[in-house]
């Protein structure tokens, strides 16, 4: 039960100024398009809800271990680990936003 009330709670506000960028990268960027984060302007339910993404273990129905690195490559190439999900890939995003974006998803707990 106190998971579950835990799980019900909107995402906390960004602690850092690397993560304020990706949360500000989350909103303005192609992300908000398709993933909801509670508490925040980003409400599609295309893709999975991020809410929490940190606290889980796995990304990608279980596909990869839920990692700052996994999560980073999983962004750049989401094809290579699970070929014909919905999610594009992001290759072509600069280093620094990604570098933010992970460090805002990462804090999502």
Known sequence: RQW???????AAAPKGALAS???????????ADCHQIRGTSATSQVGPDLTHV???QTLA???????????????RDSQ???????MPSFGGLPE????????????LR
């Not at 579950?4 to 909107?10: E, I, N, T, Y």
């Not at 960028?21 to 992300?31: H, K, P, Q, S």
Request: proline share 7%.
């Open 4 to 10: 579950l009330a835990g799980q019900s709670r909107p």
């Open 80 to 86: 290579r680990f699970k070929p014909g999900n919905l």
């Open 54 to 56: 940190a606290d889980r």
């Open 96 to 107: 620094q936003e990604l570098h933010e974006l992970v460090a805002y998803l990462e804090e």
């Open 21 to 31: 960028a990706g949360r500000d990268a989350f909103m303005t960027g192609a992300c």
């Open 61 to 75: 129905a279980l596909t990869i271990p839920n990692t700052p690195s996994y999560l980073r490559d999983w962004i």
